[in-house]
């Protein structure tokens, strides 16, 4: 590993700050609250700190809607407190990075609230206007410049009466799209990314950045895009996901704000995004980005219509993350992943979330993950294997995407409540943003003053507090996966090879460095099996590096949600 490549070699741990420490009881975590955890961090082991944002903002998408770039959001500090974090995180060797979030800004931005004033004025232009469809009387149902839907629910384009257009939004209509055709709001942005560099943060994860070049025709206009049965909206994803000026603005983002600074870590969050792209995106010959979110096992169970559950197939899940550890091989490097502040939680997912299998399956998935090639993120609470939420009714949730799409399954898709409400449980992002539980107490440490978000009746079993005591926990297992990432480089730089990729139960691979292998089977069923791998006696005279239940195993047969990692040399 290279000196320039140390993020081979650490864990990033992603804060959402609303929901992770409130230091002064409002119920909204803050950086204070943070800055009062880092030791538990360090303790953890993790290198990087990912901040969900902390800009100044309307909160419509929980922060993913900035008013303000070079500012802090007054709930939760402001730039003398991130300063503080910024160096207490540094004090103890870990590393920050922001979120960016330039697809879209706020309409409350002052770039907006310029742009939106007059067809004449200078910011325009940075953002996309259109007019009414020809021949359709503007702000009336269908007029809308192309027929996408917006990712939260209804049209991607909202009539706007002072100037009688339309602006984009492909998220909610408080997040209209910044128009990176326009050179100036790419300087701006470079601008503002050098700014929090000089700052001394250590880099960024830069949202949906995938989507920041459309499509445009040669007359300016954006095309329709495709129509499935029953949807109320088009999908418009062809013409600006991964569109035709992307790597040319990544590699000018590179040129302008990274170039000549050492240390950084760059993340590109990409749905969508397709091996081959991901080459493209993070072969370090082309000055883009570090490493890529790809969404490719995180969408493997739901249809074509992303509200449809589809049953999990382990061996669709393997054949995902084979594809991408061979992809990237070579060159270019992954980014790994089971949770984030967008996904339910990954022992309720993934694993098994009774009290029978939980900690169990917590500690299987988490050894899965972190011994694949490539950087592992933990989302907050993952290590204390933090569950889905018992919702009951729409009234429970909070997230802007849940409330959308509820309405617009309702109201224009003819579903039942029961049936959305089935979805939202399982997928629903607010399962990720309950408060994260500290301790057993009321609100589970999290507040003295009441929550945003209702604390996970669980709290009182599943908390910090208790993990930390129990060396058997999910929290020091997590410890465990992160040290060994440091101390054996076969888990940083090893070969990786999927083996039984034909088995529903067993996700068994080996890495290899030098002379040194490990073998990895976890399992991932409630039922007792046996894994029939080439070598299987030599294997099982290795030594046993991890297991995650008491005893010593039988022949490689694994009992439920057991994980068994061999080493040889
Ligand atoms: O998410 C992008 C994204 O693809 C999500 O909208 C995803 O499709 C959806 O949540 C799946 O349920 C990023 C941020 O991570 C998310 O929190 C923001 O809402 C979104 O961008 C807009 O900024």
Redesign the pocket.
């Given at each position: 590993v290279a000196k320039s490549d140390w993020w081979k070699k650490a864990v990033v741990y992603q804060v959402y700050p609303r929901s992770f420490a409130d230091s002064d009881g409002d119920g909204m975590g803050d950086l204070r609250g943070i800055i009062d955890h880092l030791d538990y961090l360090a303790d953890l082991g993790v290198g990087v700190l990912w901040l969900s944002p902390i800009y100044p903002s309307p909160q419509d998408?929980n922060g993913?809607d900035i008013s303000d770039y070079q500012d802090i959001e007054p709930l939760f500090g402001d730039l003398d407190t991130f300063d503080e974090l910024l160096a207490g995180a540094h004090a103890r060797g870990i590393k920050l990075i922001m979120d960016l979030?330039v697809?879209?800004s706020s309409d409350e931005h002052q770039w907006f609230q310029e742009s939106r004033s007059s067809k004449d004025s200078p910011k325009r232009d940075w953002y996309w206007w259109r007019p009414a469809r020809p021949g359709m009387e503007p702000g009336t149902p269908g007029a809308e410049p192309t027929n996408w839907g917006s990712?939260f629910g209804g049209p991607a384009w909202e009539y706007d009466e002072t100037t009688g257009e339309y602006y984009l939004h492909l998220?909610s209509k408080k997040?209209p799209d910044l128009n990176w055709e326009n050179p100036e709001v790419r300087q701006a942005v470079h601008a503002m990314m050098r700014w929090w560099l000089d700052r001394g943060v250590d880099g960024f994860r830069m949202?949906?950045i995938n989507m920041i070049s459309k499509v445009v025709g040669p007359d300016g206009s954006l095309p329709d895009g495709r129509m499935s049965a029953g949807a109320a909206y088009a999908d418009g994803s062809d013409s600006f996901v991964g569109g035709p000026r992307l790597h040319e603005f990544l590699q000018e983002m590179h040129r302008e704000v990274f170039a000549g600074r050492e240390g950084l870590l760059t993340v590109a969050?990409t749905?969508g995004v397709t091996v081959e792209q991901a080459r493209l995106h993070t072969d370090p010959e082309r000055h883009e980005v570090d490493m890529v979110f790809q969404f490719d096992h995180v969408w493997v169970d739901r249809g074509p219509d992303?509200w449809l559950l589809v049953p999990l197939r382990l061996t669709n899940l393997k054949a995902i993350f084979g594809r991408w550890q061979a992809g990237l091989a070579d060159l270019g490097w992954n980014s790994l992943y089971w949770n984030?502040?967008?996904q339910p939680r990954a022992v309720s997912r993934y694993g098994d979330d009774s009290p029978e299998f939980r900690v169990a399956s917590a500690k299987m998935l988490g050894a899965v993950l972190h011994l694949h090639r490539g950087t592992p993120y933990v989302y907050q609470g993952e290590e204390l294997g933090m569950t889905n939420y018992p919702f009951t009714g729409i009234e429970d949730f909070r997230d802007i995407?849940a409330l959308g799409h509820y309405r617009q399954a309702l109201d224009m898709e003819g579903r039942s409540p029961e049936e959305v409400l089935t979805v939202l449980r399982a997928?629903g992002?607010d399962n990720a943003r309950t408060p994260m539980q500290w301790d057993d107490s009321p609100h589970a440490g999290f507040t003295t003053g009441t929550p945003w978000l209702a604390v996970n009746p669980n709290h009182r079993e599943i908390n910090a507090a208790a993990a930390q005591a129990d060396p058997g926990s999910v929290f020091h297992w997590y410890r465990r996966l992160i040290e060994l990432r440091k101390t054996e480089p076969v888990v940083a730089d090893g070969d990786f090879t999927m083996l039984l990729p034909n088995d529903e139960r067993l996700y068994a691979f080996t890495r290899a460095l030098g002379g040194t292998e490990l073998l990895v089977i976890g399992n991932f069923s409630g039922e007792r099996v046996r894994a029939e791998i080439d070598d299987a006696q030599a294997w099982s005279a290795a030594e046993l590096l991890l297991n995650n239940l008491p005893g010593t195993p039988a022949d490689l047969t694994l009992d439920p949600w057991q994980v068994l990692v061999y080493k040889r040399t």
């Open positions: 998408d993913y979030v697809n879209h990712v998220f997040q949202d949906v969050e749905p992303p984030n502040h967008d995407e997928r992002r």
